[in-house]
């Protein structure tokens, strides 16, 4: 009996048929009788339906105490895993073992009823949940202390607020006791100081208890900072797993299919016959190419280039993208010596520094370029050739400050701000 | 009034509080599940034990709902009886223009009562498994649990509608019989054939909703091809003989009759060979209707 594994899932596969004439469909009465007159000629020929794999061949196992990200695009298969695993609908192929209680999270506020006080809900949603009427006893008062809603316990929650209807339910949910909690993108819902505080109580449940979590986020950064370990699904397919890391770096590799470090053949390199581009690299202070860089400190990109032809002026340039596609910014070389001086043949290495505190957390992509400036001609223009991660490590040193949820914007600099009392 | 009255109800049909009670914990689920592509579930009690908790919960959930925000509040569980009693009841003293009218009377109202608690039985049971959709395609535990906890609502209603019949009894001056101790067990078979039809419709009603049009009709028809308003001396009498068997086919003669047979004794059971029959074809109707549920019950989520 090996016991260290909580969820061992072995070749699972999900099934759906898609209706082939879906397209076909009439939205008109009318329109459907003519189309099933159509369809009876049809009676007897196979029946036109196309199978598609939500999920295929999924293997992998999760040991007990691992808070394990799931990621992957829209229609990779995230929610129907979840949903075997939360046994809501079976599988059509392989098997899962579970060792252990298992509460799924798929949406806040499940079976809650409108007509009901606050206090009713709290016993219904409970016992829907799996907990026994004890259980609820003995949490009653912290799940109404971690909603907030003591003075309206015995109002009906369609009087309720939003926010305080999401926040019970979520309380009655984040309070149940299973070995293995799976959720699926509640903190979609409710404020940001209500999100803080489900992260939280679900770090908290993880770290202190040791509890098993399954997590499914769009939000990269939340992944990152909840879990630990990652599954990433893409078509169905499991493609990556392990720590959570690797995983979100493959998962930003689909996006753009590179790393922080390129080099080229001697005859692969790209250029033309005055410069030939020999390697990019991203790499911190320290001179250490990573996949992730600290948004507070600066970072460096490294163009390494051959000059084949003595005598010529240029510049170097790097344009930079976002996961989105968009410009960030570009920048060519106006202070080095070298840009004004013509060039000897050899090798050249040349060093830039993005400040600490200017790019928004995410991917970038970086364009690599060698340009005249008088006239405007570009001698080299590599496209996409490296990509790097920022991440904010959340000491609350960079432009967040405390905040820890979704923050848009392609850069995110650390304005100087003053506030004055005007009377 | 009602407010207590609802509150007293509750708490003595469904023992128990929404306040603290010590008892003992219990883990909902087991330590160790396995699921793949071929397994599947029957009806176990004791998985219906163990969850018997929600099973309690979701009934009250539905008691309390249904008569929130209306003025009469639970005076409808008796409103509406009386006034099906009363008009069917007096259209049988006309038609049957008995001597005793006071019996005639009390004699249908029994049996709309009965037929009441099946007829929502099988409505609110059919329409159950779509009605709570929002449940088990989010959170799982036993779908069985869904309709079960119909049948508890259907059950109070019939109680309180029973104060009714208790009263009109005591009216037309009837004596009790000693059989009259196994008339729970007409009640439960009655529930039995609303809960193994319901099931069957439930299950159909997943794919096709036409269900909800389909099982008012047959409520509505049901009750006329049923000893409700007639006895079934008086709609035997007037069949032709191979019709009879036709006529106790419908599980509802069986349980309806003895039923009658346990309140008011004497004739009430035209031939015991039909009571029979009409017995069988209730447990057959039960044992299709769990095994019909029980077969699609694991994949409702993907057609619900």
Redesign the interface.
Known sequence: MNNDFVIKVEGLGKK?LLNANLQERSDTLYGNVINNIKNLKNIGNKKQTEEFWALNNVSFNIQRGDRVGIIGRNGAGKSTLL????????????????????A?L??VG??F?G??SG??NI??NG?????????I?KR?DEIVDFAEIEQFLDTPVKRYSSGMYVRLAFGVAAHLSPDILIVDEVLAVGDSTFQKKCLGKMEQVSETEGRTILFVSHSIETVLRLCNKGLLLEKGQLKTAGSINEVTRSYLDTKSGVSSFKSWEKDERPGNDITKLISVKIHNEKDEVNEEYDIVKPIGVTMEYEVLKDGEVFTHSYNFYNENGINIFNTHDTVSEERTKPRKKGVYSTTMWIPGNLLAEGAVLVNVATIKIEPFTILMHEKECVSFTVIDYMRGDSARGNYILGFPGAVRPLCQWDTKYKG | MYREFLYFTSIFVFHGKFCPKPGKVKFLSETKIIIDANSSSFFSLKEIVRYKNLLNNLARRDFLVRYKQAFAGIMWALIKPLINILVFGYISVKINGSADAATNFVDVASAILLWQLFSSVFNDVSNSIIGNANLFSKVFFPKIIIPLSTILVCLVDFFISLIILVVLFILSGQSLHWQIVLAPLFILLTILNGFGIGLYFATINVKYRDVKFIVPVMVQFGMYVSPVIFSTHYYLERLPQWAHWIFCLNPMVGAIDGFKYCLFGGDAIYNSSYFIVSLCVSFLFLIIGIKYFYKFERNFVDYI
């Open positions: 759906y949903k075997i695993l939360s046994q809501i609908t079976p599988p059509t192929k392989g098997r899962i073992e579970i060792n252990g209680r298992i799924s798929l949406e499940t079976g009823h007509d009901l206090r009713e016993y219904l016992s829907i949940l799996g907990m026994s009427k004890h259980e006893d009653f």
